[in-house]
Nanobody, 120 residues
């Protein structure tokens, strides 16, 4: 199995910055896509940003120009740098990874989530 552990959430004022990290561990052969999703109270979980193993990124329009996703393949870690945070960014942020285990089984994995709260 593969485990994802997020860190870096917290409370910040509008206009501030936070950096989320997510470390993957376990029976990993390769992680093809890693990314971040978020879920605000009463809303569906939505894509924030994803990054492939070769560095191709995709992000939601609402965070373009403010959030930057990156990864360190050697450390099986994905980061989300969040700048100019807005109250509407308040949500639980979940790390996601898609890849193969050491026995070449495909899977999609989720972290437990980290709370980001932006005060106005």
């Amino acid at each position: 199995q593969v485990q994802l552990v997020e860190s870096g959430g917290g409370l910040v004022q509008a206009g501030g910055s936070l950096r989320l990290s997510c470390v993957a561990s376990g029976s990993i052969f390769s992680l093809n896509v890693m990314g971040w999703y978020r879920q605000a109270p009463g809303k569906q979980r939505e894509l924030v940003a994803t990054i492939t193993r070769d560095g191709t990124t995709n992000s939601a329009d609402s965070v373009k120009g403010r959030f930057t996703i990156s990864r360190d393949n050697a450390k099986n870690t994905v980061y989300l740098q969040m700048n100019n945070l807005k109250p509407e960014d308040t949500a639980v942020y979940y790390c996601n990874a898609q890849g193969l285990t050491i026995v070449r089984l495909p899977g999609t994995y989720w972290g437990q989530g980290t709370q980001v709260t932006v005060s106005s």
